[in-house]
């Protein structure tokens, strides 16, 4: 089937597998790397706040600057932890962590469905679950890193007066389940296309 695919349809091929490795390797560095890195003592790539919101029906508790937890914002703050330990560390990339897990994950799946582009082999048999494979990844994206990101705010308050003060509410990301249903959509075509081709070959 190679030699019937033009030369511009294997060269967008190759130009999007290139584009998915520039973006694996982006993530890896920067959203896997370096905070293990931070993790680990790095001072340059130590992550020490976190976004939150504010319960405004709580009152505020008496915190300086000099305490452990610094709270800075009205209905959406800023945790700023001071001089945090290993745990602290580790719990505040944690959410991120697994997010680009994920993504590296998927860009891995796309890579290897982009290989069978080069032959315009759309509908190679395999394709199908690879989108099965990239649309329960994003799923876990949309659900996963929310839950921990509750999950984690909640541990890292434990014991401090800001317990009371934050508002940790689990929010599903709406923009990655709809991504999940569209590519699990995507992976039914490619199923049907590959069962069609499946039939016209068999008549030939």
Partial sequence: MSETSPWWVR?????????????????????????????????????????????????????????????????????????????????LILPGLVSAVLLIVILEVLIRLTRTFHSADFFAPQNSRRLLVISGAILLIATLPPALDVLTTNLLLDGTPLQRAVHTAYSINTVALFGALLTAAAATAFRQGTRLREDTEGLV
Avoid: C, W, Y
């Fill in 11 to 91: 060269a967008n091929s190759h130009l999007l597998e290139l584009a998915v490795g520039l973006g694996l390797l982006l993530v890896g560095l920067f959203k896997v790397l370096f905070p293990i890195l931070g993790v680990v003592g790095a001072p340059s790539a130590t992550t020490d706040t976190r976004t939150v919101g504010i319960d405004t029906a709580a009152s505020m508790p008496d915190v300086t600057a000099a305490g452990p937890v610094t709270l800075r914002g009205t209905s959406q703050a800023e945790l700023v932890f001071h001089d945090p330990g290993f745990g602290d560390r580790l719990l």
